[in-house]
């Protein structure tokens, strides 16, 4: 029972998503802030019941916690990411911060760390114990640029919704007007930050994947695939569509890829033991 419950929730996000696209103003806003709260349900719901509270009090301090610290100390100052302030779409504030705000860092970082294990091998040990120096090193790249490249999604669709507003929005990447590359780079910072203190925090059990983290990756794949989608159909915002697709590609891509190769192999491996089994059976 408990392994369909983010099931449930990753089709109920699912659905708020394409609706998103069919709404507008005060509607659209409020269909934001129910989307983000059922990642953050999600995800950090998923943390607890496939890893137990200590993965899932990790993921709420270094994420949620860690989020509205480095998102108070941006507005109030401009560092990491440049001067700016949010509206008041966004619902309630504290420190100049909607509430929905750190919970949206927590809804992509948990499947953009499950993402990087499933890449590097899930567990590996050194001398008995821990993963590779090497292995180490690239979790935490991939998980960094997976959650840090959700961005240039995400900044361009909330910019032009008037969610948030730059100060000075110069130098941008190109197509891109409006968010200074000072906000991606600050996206890479933090999420560095919070990748490397996740899995101290966390434990051992975050360092492995298996079946239990299927709607996971299947949140991190469907937030790609759908994300380029909408920005070039729906949105109207083709340039984040290519920016978004290039940066995610760099952990979205190989999942995918090794996920396809892995149902393969299953599938191959269900085929040499037919003529084993059909044998077993007629000498029955």
Not at 64 to 82: D, H, L, S, Y
Not at 178 to 188: A, D, E, H, M, Q
Request: aromatic letters at 10%.
């Amino acid at each position: 029972m408990t392994r369909r419950i983010p099931w449930a929730l990753f089709a109920v996000l699912v659905l708020a998503q394409i609706c998103y696209p069919l709404t507008t103003g005060a509607t659209r806003a409020g269909l934001t802030v129910a989307t983000v709260v059922l990642g953050w349900l999600l995800s950090v719901g998923h943390a607890l019941l496939s890893r137990g509270p200590r993965a899932a009090a990790a993921l709420v301090a270094v994420a949620t916690g860690g989020g509205f610290a480095i998102e108070a100390i941006g507005v109030a100052t401009g560092v990491p990411f440049g001067s700016y302030d949010y509206s008041g779409e966004l619902g309630p504030k504290l420190a100049g911060v909607p509430l929905i705000i750190p919970l949206a860092w927590t809804w992509m970082a948990w499947p953009a760390w499950l993402a990087a294990v499933r890449l590097t091998g899930g567990r590996s040990t050194a001398g008995g114990t821990g993963t590779t120096a090497g292995r180490w090193v690239g979790r935490i790249a991939l998980a960094t640029v997976g959650l840090a490249a959700w961005d240039l999604f995400l900044d361009p669709q909330m910019v032009a919704e008037g969610y948030w507003v730059w100060r000075d929005a110069t130098p941008a990447l190109p197509g891109l007007p409006g968010i200074p590359v000072s906000n991606y780079l600050g996206w890479l910072l933090f999420a560095v930050l919070m990748m490397s203190a996740l899995r101290p925090l966390a434990g051992p059990a975050v360092e492995r994947t298996d079946q239990r983290d299927h709607p996971m990756v299947a949140l991190y794949l469907w937030t790609y695939f759908s994300s380029i989608l909408a920005h070039a159909v729906f949105l109207d915002l083709p340039a984040s569509a290519l920016w978004g697709a290039a940066g995610m590609s760099v952990t979205a891509v190989p999942l995918a890829v090794t996920l396809l190769r892995a149902r393969r192999s299953r599938a191959a491996d269900r085929q040499d033991h037919e003529p084993y089994r059909a044998g077993v059976d007629a000498t029955r």
